[in-house]
């Protein structure tokens, strides 16, 4: 029965072509052998108190002056980063849960239908969900996480032979590949802004000739290369998720997997349109039937916001506070009616649970890396390797691989951005381009760890085993896309 069944199984992967096929390989091995996502950071806990351990780090330490970030032992690192993370914490699952809020409104659940009937075939539904995806992370990553998945949802349902799990990766794809080189790249919008840029990096940016300390976003994410760049990368993505994209033989579809699909919109709709409540309405429910005070809460915000950006720069003063605020009054107006967006929130929460059980512990592991030596002992390494032209691939390779155990761009960034920008400014190399370098490596990290997924996951149904096989096809070509970028495209150095 199981040779007849490798035998069936071997026959369909005949019928594909050759990246479907490595991608359908891939897929097989995550489903058998991947842990949960929750397993991930558990696992990456372990890996990187041994490597401390392994390069000489002490286990218990802590140094005499107690204002000191640096120099302590492995576990007490761990502790103080264990909640270090608190405030990003809540920012991200406020977030997700303001993403799922717009996104599940009635005027853009009606705009994701109508995409949703575009593609007619599942090849050019991945196709098609990857460079939506793709599109809306390079505007918002927070948002596209969430308008994506319930994209995917859509198409599933309106293309129900196309291969759910290929689906789902596509729909995370702009985490993996464009999103920081996006209007919400962390690392950009931060050494743009002097609230936002530490003074150790201001420092450093200063010692490489800016006197200002900072580097606004037309020498960053709008450089003419860092576009050229970002669209290359959006290219390669888009053409491998067309090829690899199963038939309709070797396909697991939403009903394979069990996953029942409801309609957005109209009949068969979770709500359509409804509350769920069938007793009588008391005189006392007018509040959450009325418009009026959700009217005064977004007039509130936006006066204040009107207020916030009042002689500022756009993009350097938008920070996650203050997308988390758009989002909730963007919400607030699409939904119209209080019931209709508390129910909304409601239904958001259970996206943000992996987020508020994992990011503690990816704390610690920040912790583990930044307050020790780890940090400035793999910054040593990578200056010591690099030479002017190859500073930027071994840059990217360095925030890849880090992104894998600290997957936090911004706070990340904050940590490396010295070592980065010293070296940068040792081989007499462009230091708005290092950003972009930095960017593009920690955004194919995602493609290789399931911290960002959760959300996607969460509205899909899905596990992390489920889509891994495909995004890590994906890393292999998009990755490499991204050191030919920014090791070709670098603009002439400065000095």
């Not at 849960?97 to 575009?118: D, E, F, K, N, Q």
């Not at 959450?288 to 959700?294: A, I, Y």
């Not at 720069?313 to 938008?318: G, K």
């Not at 992996?354 to 002992?377: K, N, W």
Request: net charge positive.
């Amino acid at each position: 029965m199981a040779d007849s069944h490798g035998k069936h199984a071997k026959h369909e992967l005949e019928g594909e072509g050759p990246l479907a096929r490595v991608a359908l390989r891939f897929t097989a091995f995550t489903e058998k052998w991947l842990p949960d996502a929750f397993g991930f950071v558990l696992v990456g806990t372990f890996v990187v108190l041994l490597f401390g351990l392994v390069t000489g780090e002490p286990l218990l330490k802590r140094p005499d002056d107690p204002a000191a970030t640096k120099g302590f032992g492995l576990v007490d690192a761990w502790g103080i980063g264990f909640w270090s993370l608190i405030t990003f914490t809540l920012q991200m699952a406020m977030i997700i849960i303001g993403g799922y809020a717009v996104a599940t409104s009635g005027p853009v659940a009606r705009l994701i239908t109508r995409l949703a009937r575009i593609p007619k075939t599942p090849r050019s539904a991945v196709a098609f969900v990857a460079a939506v995806a793709m599109f809306a992370s390079y505007l918002n990553w927070a948002f596209s996480l969430i308008f994506a998945a319930i994209l995917a949802r859509e198409v599933a349902r309106n293309v129900p032979k196309a291969d759910y799990r290929a689906l789902g990766a596509m729909a995370f794809l702009g985490l993996g590949t464009v999103w920081a080189q996006g209007l919400s790249g962390s690392a950009a919008l931060q050494v743009a802004s002097a609230s936002s840029s530490p003074a150790p990096v201001q420092e450093v940016i200063k010692a490489g000739g800016r006197a200002t300390g900072l580097i606004p976003l037309s020498e960053t994410i709008f450089t003419w290369q860092a576009l050229l760049a970002t669209l290359f990368v959006y290219v390669v993505g888009v053409v491998m998720a067309w090829f690899i994209a199963p038939g309709e033989g070797s396909s697991r579809t939403a009903e394979h997997l069990g996953i029942e699909l409801k309609p957005l919109i109209g009949r068969g709709s979770a709500y359509n349109g409804q509350r769920e409540e069938s007793a009588k309405r008391r005189p006392g429910d007018w509040l959450e039937h009325s418009p009026l005070f959700s009217l005064f809460i977004v007039a509130l915000g936006v006066t204040y916001l009107i207020r916030y950006f009042d002689g500022k720069s756009f993009f350097s003063a938008l920070d996650l506070n203050t997308v988390n605020l758009i989002l909730f009054l963007l919400a607030m107006l699409l939904h119209w009616r209080p019931w209709r967006m508390a129910r909304a929130v409601r239904d958001g929460v259970p996206a943000a649970a992996g987020v508020l059980l994992q990011f503690p512990l990816y704390g610690g592991i920040f912790g583990m890396i930044a307050y020790t030596g780890i940090s400035a002992r793999l910054a040593g390494w990578l200056v010591q390797a690099s030479s002017q032209f190859l500073l930027a691939p071994l840059v990217a390779i360095y925030s890849c691989i880090l992104g894998i155990f600290v997957p936090s761009g911004g706070s990340k960034w904050v940590i490396e951005a010295p070592y980065v920008l010293q070296a940068a400014n040792e081989l007499n190399v462009d230091a708005g381009w290092m950003v972009i370098v930095y960017d593009l490596g920690e955004a194919s990290a995602n493609l290789l760890q399931p911290f960002w997924m959760l959300p996607t996951l969460a509205i899909l149904g899905l596990k992390a085993r489920d889509i891994m096989g495909y995004t890590f096809t994906m890393f292999l070509a998009c990755f490499p896309a991204a050191l030919l970028a920014v090791t070709f495209l670098a603009p002439h150095v400065t000095g």
